[in-house]
């Protein structure tokens, strides 16, 4: 089987280190395309070098436009590498538009797609990782999603039968196999004089948060009348709305460069609460027991508010979001495993070796 996998983005990156290590062990022939959407060294290429993910074979330098400008030119870059060289599945992760345009390209040259972390919904059409999603899904031959919820989503939009394989989560397949490296190798509280220190982890990304003056003025103001120190690697684009915006950071918020996936694994575990509007890290706090605040309308892992985890709270004041974050500090959840044994990335491997090989 010769397969190609298409990434772009970080979460996409920490995926597909793990299932391609379960392909390179059963020989499966893969090539990655990296398209460039995350592109700059500290949100791409330290994730090659310390996840030890094979280097890309084609890399389409595509990054930093608009989501049209963006999706166009990379369905153009990946439809001319499938047309010149023949492969015979193409495997997607997620969300982006990445994930979108390696979807489009390979349907309409008859290539079967699979679309690992299939199913999820957060009925929110306005978000464009949710039109990514759903279009996917209905391109893709196979669907490996990873709760039932997820089937569930999917069965209800008419997509039923073998295609659909529930796999477990790939984010807690790396979650256990990195936490050793992580702690042997990263030094990141050290470097940030976090020893002993309670703080929050905090990050802001999504276009309805970073591309909207209000809810980002309402977060800053939030994390600035919070008791604690706010960690916050700062996404490109969020760095460049706030400058844009006219707003300032609070004295207690400490602001970074993205780190790397091992670094960020030190931060989560070290942090009293996770702040985000990442569909990731809400994973990783509730991976390593940590509560989470989601600043957002809605979430995709509604297993996680509902077993007391995480907390959906719509950045509409500052005051929401100060009391929610002084709220969920000390806070668990319920004993929950809704992600699977960690095993989903061989579950992957092994499903599509039989259905193409």
């Known amino acids: 089987m010769r397969l190609l996998t298409v990434i772009g983005a970080r979460p996409q990156f920490v995926k597909a280190a793990v299932v ?11 090539s990655i395309l990296h398209t460039g959407q995350h592109f700059d060294d500290n949100m791409s290429a330290v994730f090659f070098d310390e996840l030890g993910l094979r280097k890309p074979r084609y890399n389409l330098g595509v990054g930093g436009g608009g989501h049209g400008q963006n999706t166009g030119r990379m ?8 047309l010149r060289d023949a492969y015979e599945v193409v495997l997607v992760y997620g969300d982006t538009d990445s994930t979108l345009a390696g979807a489009l390209a390979a349907s309409k040259l008859h290539i079967p797609v ?33 709760t ?85 690697p700062l996404h490109p684009r969020a760095r460049a709305r706030i400058r844009d915006s006219g707003l300032e950071l609070p004295q207690n918020v400490m602001a970074i460069d993205p780190v790397g996936y091992l670094d960020m694994v030190m931060l989560t575990k070290a942090a009293k609460v996770v702040a985000t509007d990442s569909g990731g890290l809400q ?12 600043l957002r309308d809605e979430t995709e892992w509604m297993e996680l508010v509902e077993s007391g ?44 070796i039989a259905m193409f090989s």
């Open 20 to 30: 391609s290590a379960a392909f390179a062990r059963r020989g499966v022939d893969e």
């Open 75 to 82: 369905l153009e870059g990946i439809e001319a590498v499938l």
């Open 114 to 146: 699979a679309h690992v972390e299939a199913g999820l919904r957060s009925f929110n059409r306005r978000m464009p990782e949710e039109l990514n999603r759903v279009v996917t899904d209905h391109l893709s031959s196979a669907l490996f999603v990873p």
């Open 148 to 232: 039932q919820a997820a089937v569930s989503h999917l069965a209800k939009e008419g997509i039923v039968g073998s295609s659909v394989v529930q796999v477990g989560d790939v984010m807690f397949d790396a979650a256990l196999h990195f936490a050793d490296r992580a702690a042997s190798s990263s030094e990141v509280i050290k470097r940030l004089k976090l020893e002993g220190q309670p703080f929050v982890l905090a990050t802001v990304h999504r276009a309805e948060n970073a591309d909207n003056p209000e809810r980002l003025a309402a977060i800053l103001h939030g994390f600035g009348t919070c008791s604690l120190m706010v960690v916050l």
């Open 283 to 294: 994973k990783e706090a509730f991976f390593h027991g940590v509560p989470c605040v989601t």
């Open 309 to 352: 985890w995480n907390r959906i709270v719509p950045p509409s004041s500052a005051d929401a979001v100060a009391s929610s974050i002084q709220a969920a500090v000390g806070s668990t959840g319920s004993n929950v495993l809704p992600y699977g044994d960690g095993h989903a990335s061989e579950r992957i491997a092994d499903t599509l």
